[in-house]
């Protein structure tokens, strides 16, 4: 089994910065795809960024330019970085790990959520 505590979700006006961390344990070889998703309202959960084993990033477009998604393979901890931060930015943000657990099997965990709310 795989366990992800997510931290760093709160309250904060546009324009500003906020930082979440995400950290995995559990029995598992290695963690292969990290990554951020979240979910507003009445919407799909969308993915926002993902970093690969090697430090491939990808994002939406929407994010681009503002946030920035790292990892330390050392903690099995991913952050996503968030600056200048807008109202529609809002929502519960989601970590997702892809985790190794032979050489034949993978698992996908999810965190519980952390609400970010973006005040204009």
């Known amino acids: 089994q795989v366990q992800l505590v997510e931290s760093g979700g709160g309250l904060v006006q546009a324009g500003g910065s906020l930082r979440l961390s995400c950290a995995a344990s559990?029995?598992?070889?290695?963690?292969?795809?990290m990554g951020w998703y979240r979910q507003s309202p009445g919407k799909q959960r969308e993915l926002v960024a993902t970093?690969?084993?090697?430090?491939?990033?990808h994002y939406t477009d929407s994010v681009k330019g503002r946030f920035t998604i790292s990892r330390d393979n050392a903690k099995n901890t991913v952050y996503l970085q968030m600056n200048s931060l807008k109202p529609e930015d809002t929502a519960v943000y989601y970590c997702?790990?892809?985790?190794?657990?032979?050489?034949?099997?993978?698992?996908?965990?999810w965190g519980q959520g952390t609400q970010v709310t973006v005040s204009s």
């Open positions: 997702n790990v892809v985790v190794r657990l032979s050489l034949l099997r993978t698992a996908d965990s």
């Open positions: 559990g029995t598992f070889l290695s963690i292969s795809s």
């Open positions: 970093v690969t084993k090697d430090g491939t990033t």
